[in-house]
């Protein structure tokens, strides 16, 4: 019988799974516009993106990218200076790219991104997820990112976890769904999302004039939208270095 190589859960849940067999992810989503929007993404990207071996709707097939990344939210952060800034380097490269036709998680507009945000304050207070003072100073400090900006090609969900580099290089950037038109600063914040001392060397980088109060924004923006999401899906915000943790940075 042929050797079978072991299939590795990477993330699951009711909306998309991703599994690992060897040296292939296969991601199976059940939301073919967002397969769609990856594919299209890292075809037109201009940074170094995984293979896509075969697709058969609901299931995309893509290579591993060689290297290692950053770390994940929560955990310990890897890498040298020089290696955040060469994944600066990669982001400024991206967003400095002719923008897709698709408007990606990044791209929701103002009035837009004010409303769910007060929904959802709303909700995290009248179910008893966060206190209301909490709440309260982080969407005040959100208010920052609703402000006019100018479309850029976005990941939209460029975690570090996201991010691969082999030593001070980066080898790919995987996870593309959510990309399209958006706020460039939308990605920053989110790259360097509970690791606030390696914004510098990331901005360094990236090479451009950015305004931390936006970036400060959006850390608290995407932390109060994601709470209860990521709760009802089986992870745990408030983990050591997680969401509620950057909220609570905010204070």
Same mark, same amino acid.
């Given at each position: 019988?042929?050797?079978?190589?072991?299939?590795? #859960?990477?993330?699951?849940?009711?909306?998309?799974?991703?599994?690992? /067999?060897?040296? #292939?992810?296969?991601?199976?989503?059940?939301?073919?516009?967002?397969?769609?929007?990856?594919?299209?993404?890292?075809?037109?990207? +201009?940074?170094?993106?995984?293979?896509?071996?075969?697709?058969?709707? +609901?299931?995309?097939?893509?290579?591993?990218?060689?290297? /290692?990344?950053?770390?994940?939210?929560?955990?310990?952060?890897?890498?040298?200076?020089?290696?955040?800034?060469?994944?600066?380097?990669?982001?400024?490269?991206?967003?400095?790219?002719? +923008?897709?036709?698709?408007?990606?998680?990044?791209?929701?507009?103002?009035?837009?991104?004010?409303?769910?945000?007060?929904?959802?304050?709303? @909700?995290?207070?009248?179910?008893?997820?966060?206190?209301?003072?909490?709440?309260?100073?982080?969407?005040? /400090?959100?208010?920052?990112?609703?402000?006019?900006?100018?479309?850029?090609?976005?990941?939209?969900?460029?975690?570090?976890?996201? /991010?691969?580099?082999?030593?001070?290089?980066?080898?790919?950037?995987?996870?593309?769904?959510?990309?399209?038109?958006?706020?460039? @600063?939308?990605?920053?914040?989110?790259?360097?999302?509970?690791?606030?001392?390696?914004?510098?060397?990331?901005?360094?980088?990236?090479?451009?004039?950015?305004?931390?109060?936006?970036?400060?924004?959006?850390?608290?923006?995407?932390?109060?939208?994601?709470?209860?999401?990521?709760?009802?899906?089986?992870?745990?915000?408030?983990?050591?270095?997680?969401?509620?943790?950057?909220?609570?940075?905010?204070?």
């Amino acid at each position: 019988m042929d050797e079978v190589e072991e299939v590795e #859960v990477v993330v699951a849940h009711a909306e998309r799974a991703t599994l690992r /067999v060897g040296g #292939v992810f296969l991601k199976v989503d059940a939301d073919r516009a967002r397969t769609d929007a990856e594919v299209e993404a890292m075809s037109l990207a +201009p940074v170094p993106t995984p293979e896509i071996l075969w697709r058969k709707p +609901p299931v995309l097939a893509i290579a591993a990218v060689p290297g /290692v990344t950053l770390g994940r939210l929560g955990g310990a952060a890897a890498g040298s200076p020089a290696g955040w800034a060469a994944a600066g380097a990669a982001i400024r490269k991206l967003h400095d790219a002719p +923008p897709p036709p698709r408007t990606g998680r990044a791209g929701r507009s103002s009035a837009a991104l004010a409303a769910e945000l007060d929904a959802e304050c709303a @909700l995290l207070v009248a179910e008893g997820v966060l206190p209301a003072d909490l709440v309260a100073r982080n969407r005040r /400090v959100a208010e920052a990112a609703l402000r006019p900006w100018t479309p850029a090609f976005t990941h939209g969900d460029l975690q570090i976890a996201h /991010v691969f580099l082999d030593g001070d290089e980066v080898t790919g950037i995987i996870d593309w769904s959510e990309a399209g038109r958006g706020d460039a @600063l939308y990605d920053l914040a989110t790259f360097t999302l509970g690791h606030e001392e390696h914004l510098d060397d990331v901005l360094a980088g990236y090479g451009a004039d950015v305004d931390l109060d936006v970036i400060h924004a959006w850390w608290s923006a995407r932390s109060l939208l994601a709470v209860r999401w990521l709760a009802e899906h089986g992870f745990d915000p408030f983990a050591p270095g997680c969401e509620v943790d950057v909220l609570r940075s905010r204070m």
